[in-house]
Structures are given as structure tokens and as C-alpha cells.
């Protein structure tokens, strides 16, 4: 079973700042099964990143992914007010299906 | 647009046996371009893939939930619907229905219900 891993637990900063988030796995991963996913309170996760790297319809260009293996990074460039939420990883593996990271939390500084 | 919807009860008793059904509006569950999902949320905690269904009837299931998961899918309600027996509270959470993309060369789910609290108590 691949576990995902995400660092930092919470991130703090001010509107306009860079955020980078990690996802880690515990074993490789394919880029194509690595996707990102934005949750505000009350509302269902929102597709961000897919294919460790493409936006999804409608996201913003501030959004970026990169990675490969078992190191993912999701970027905000400049972070607007609506961008502080929780942010989750999630892998796909033929055997074991779908896993989510853990999250990380992004508020205001 | 293409919409899910949970329903269902929002309190289930220990032991007993939780059934939620996803209905697809806007759309066709019998499209063979979509698994139907099931994903879980417990309060304040991260999200949980439980399992997903293809038109044709066939599943795949969280392992370390399979031995009480059932996912089915009635094309002619245009609905699917998860069985997850013998709950305990560690059950309790928001359960979303969920769409991924199939067959395909990315997996992720592309779009979510709002997502319905159970909760398992006496």
C-alpha cells in the first residue's frame, strides 16, 4: 500500500505570498495517477491538479504542480483571499485504488 | 451540467447496516466514460476512497473496508448506492458520491456531491 505524506501539516502566510505544499509517497507513483485537491469548510474537495502537473477546467494559473516519483509539490504563486483552505494529494494504484494525503492547511497570516 | 446528489439516512445504530444512493442528474450513470465512487469524511479528520462502481456492474473496493462494502448501480434510476454493514461510530463521517473518469490515463475525481453526515449512534 502507498501512503502519501504531506508537509507542512499547516502553513501561515499573508494574502499575496507563495505557498509550496509537498506530497510525498512512500513508494513511486506514476505522474498520470497524482491529482490535488482544494476543500474549503463545508464544501466537497474541488479537482485543482491532475496528472501531477495539469490544471483542471476553471483553476487559475496561480495553481501549479510538479513532481514525479515520489515527490509532488502543488504551488499557489500569489495567494488570494478565496485560496486559504486545506489541500489534499491523492494517488491512484491499480491493487489498492485511490489514497489521500493527510492535507495541509493553509491560513492567514 | 452534470450533478450528484446523496441521499439517505443521516443516523444509523450501531451494528446495523448504513445505505446511501448517489442520483446523477444531467447526465447518464450507463456512460462508460465514468466510475461512480464512494468517499468518506470523518469529522475534521481527511478523506477516505471507499470504492467504485463501472455501469457494467463491476467493483473495486477500498481493501481494508471490502469485507463490508457493497456498491451497485441502477441504470434504470440512473443511481448508485453504497451498503456498508456492521457500522460503529468510526463510521461517522460526511460520504460524498464522486465521479472519475474511465477508461483513462489519469485517475482522479473530476466531480463531487455535496456530500450527506452519518452518523452512527444509539
Known amino acids: 500500500e502507498i501512503v502519501l505524506t504531506q508537509s507542512p501539516g499547516t502553513l501561515s502566510l499573508s494574502p499575496g505570498e507563495r505557498a509550496t505544499l509537498s506530497c510525498r509517497a512512500s513508494?513511486?507513483?506514476?505522474?498520470?495517477?497524482l491529482a490535488w485537491y482544494q476543500q474549503k469548510p463545508g464544501q466537497a474537495p474541488r479537482l485543482l491538479i491532475y496528472?501531477?502537473?495539469s490544471r483542471a477546467t476553471g483553476i487559475p494559473d496561480r495553481f501549479s504542480g510538479s513532481g514525479s516519483g515520489t515527490d509532488f509539490t502543488l504551488t499557489i504563486s500569489r495567494l488570494e483571499p478565496e485560496d486559504f483552505a486545506v489541500y489534499y494529494c491523492?494517488?491512484?494504484?491499480?491493487?489498492?485504488?485511490?489514497?489521500f494525503g493527510p492535507g495541509t492547511k493553509v491560513d492567514i497570516k | 451540467q452534470v450533478q450528484l446528489q446523496e441521499s439517505g439516512p443521516g443516523l444509523v445504530k450501531p451494528s446495523e447496516t448504513l445505505s446511501l444512493t448517489c442520483t446523477v442528474s444531467?447526465?447518464?450513470?450507463?456512460?462508460?466514460?465514468?466510475?461512480w465512487s464512494w468517499i468518506r469524511q470523518p469529522p475534521g479528520k481527511g478523506l477516505e476512497w471507499i470504492g467504485y462502481?463501472?455501469?457494467?456492474?463491476?467493483?473495486n473496493y477500498n481493501p481494508s473496508l471490502k469485507s463490508r462494502v457493497t456498491i451497485s448501480v441502477d441504470t434504470s434510476k440512473n443511481q448508485f448506492s453504497l451498503k456498508l454493514s456492521s457500522v460503529t461510530a468510526a463510521d461517522t463521517a460526511v460520504y460524498y458520491c464522486?465521479?472519475?473518469?474511465?477508461?483513462?490515463?489519469?485517475?482522479?475525481?473530476?466531480?463531487w456531491g455535496r456530500g450527506t453526515l452519518v452518523t452512527v449512534s444509539s
Open positions: 464522486a465521479r472519475a473518469r474511465a477508461p483513462s490515463r489519469y485517475w482522479y475525481f473530476d466531480l
Open positions: 462502481i463501472y455501469y457494467s456492474g463491476s467493483t
Open positions: 496528472g501531477a502537473s
Open positions: 491523492q494517488q491512484y494504484g491499480s491493487s489498492t485504488g485511490f489514497t
Open positions: 444531467g447526465g447518464s450513470v450507463s456512460s462508460g466514460s465514468y466510475y
Open positions: 513508494q513511486s507513483v506514476s505522474s498520470s495517477y
